[in-house]
C-alpha cells in the first residue's frame, strides 16, 4: 500500500529539548515537504527536497531542520523547540517536477511545546 | 504574493443540502488548481483539480470549475451527505511548481448533520 508515515503521531514536549519527528515514504518518490497546519493559517510549507541531498526552505523554515539522507526519509528536526511551534505538522511526498497535485500527506503529529 | 482565499466555515448543512465553498485566487500566471479533503484525524487526499481554464473537476459527486474571468474555483456537491463532514482546502500550484509548493487557502470545515 502506497502510504507516507510519520513518528510519533503526539508529541508533549518542554521548550529547549532537541526532538525529531520521523517521515517514511514507499514510492521511490523524489519530491517529500514538510508542512504546519495552524487554526485560521492554512497549511504552510517548513522545507522540501527535490532527492537526496537536495533541501530548500520553504515558506516558514525558522527553527526547523531537515535532512535528506536516503530517499525514503525526510525527518523534521527541532533544535531548540518553543511554544510557538505547537501545531500540527503533516510530510507529504510526490513523485517529481510538476507533479505537486499528486501529492500524498502522512497522517499527522501533533506537537504540543509547553 | 501568491494567494487563495476561501470563505471561512464553520458551515453546517443538514443531509441532502446543496454544498458550495467559495475559493477565489491570485492570477499569477495560469496556476492547476485543487481542492483537497481531509477527514477526521487524516492527512489530506486530493478531492478534485483542473489545469486550465474552463476544466471542470469532479470526483465523489463534487464539482468545480475553473473560471479565469473570475479567478474563482467554487467547490459544489448537488447533494451532501454525512460521511462528507470534513475540512475542505482550495489550493493552487506555486508559479512554475518547481518547489513542490501548493499554495493552501486556510480551510473551510464542514459539518453534515442527519
Known amino acids: 500500500e502506497a502510504q507516507v508515515t510519520q513518528n510519533p503521531r503526539y508529541l508533549i514536549t518542554v521548550t529547549g529539548k532537541k526532538l525529531t519527528v520521523t517521515c517514511s515514504q514507499n514510492?521511490?518518490?523524489?519530491?517529500m515537504s514538510w508542512y504546519r497546519q495552524d487554526p485560521g493559517l492554512g497549511l504552510r510549507q517548513i522545507y522540501y527536497?527535490?532527492?537526496?541531498?537536495?533541501?530548500d526552505k520553504g515558506d516558514v523554515p525558522e527553527g526547523y531542520k531537515v535532512s535528506r539522507k536516503e530517499k525514503r526519509n525526510f525527518p523534521l528536526i527541532l533544535e531548540s523547540p518553543s511554544p510557538n511551534q505547537t501545531s500540527l505538522y503533516f510530510c507529504?511526498?510526490?513523485?517529481?517536477?510538476?507533479?505537486?497535485?499528486?501529492?500524498?500527506f502522512g497522517p499527522g503529529t501533533r506537537l504540543t511545546v509547553t | 504574493g501568491d494567494s487563495v482565499t476561501q470563505m471561512e466555515g464553520p458551515v453546517t448543512l443538514s443531509e441532502e443540502a446543496f454544498l458550495t465553498i467559495n475559493c477565489t485566487y491570485t492570477?499569477?500566471?495560469?496556476?492547476?488548481l485543487f481542492w483537497y479533503v481531509q477527514y477526521p484525524g487524516e492527512g489530506l487526499q486530493l478531492l478534485l483539480k483542473?489545469?486550465?481554464?474552463?476544466d471542470k473537476g469532479s470526483n465523489k459527486g463534487f464539482e468545480a470549475t475553473y473560471r479565469k474571468e473570475t479567478t474563482s474555483f467554487h467547490l459544489e456537491k448537488g447533494s451532501v451527505q454525512v460521511s462528507d463532514s470534513a475540512v475542505y482546502f482550495c489550493?493552487?500550484?506555486?508559479?512554475?511548481?518547481?518547489?513542490?509548493?501548493?499554495?493552501f487557502g486556510k480551510g473551510t470545515k464542514l459539518s453534515v448533520k442527519p
Open positions: 514510492m521511490n518518490h523524489e519530491y
Open positions: 483542473a489545469t486550465k481554464a474552463d
Open positions: 527536497s527535490m532527492n537526496v541531498e537536495v533541501t
Open positions: 507529504a511526498s510526490f513523485p517529481g517536477q510538476g507533479r505537486a497535485y499528486e501529492q500524498y
Open positions: 489550493a493552487r500550484m506555486n508559479y512554475g511548481g518547481s518547489q513542490g509548493n501548493l499554495i
Open positions: 492570477a499569477t500566471g495560469y496556476p492547476s
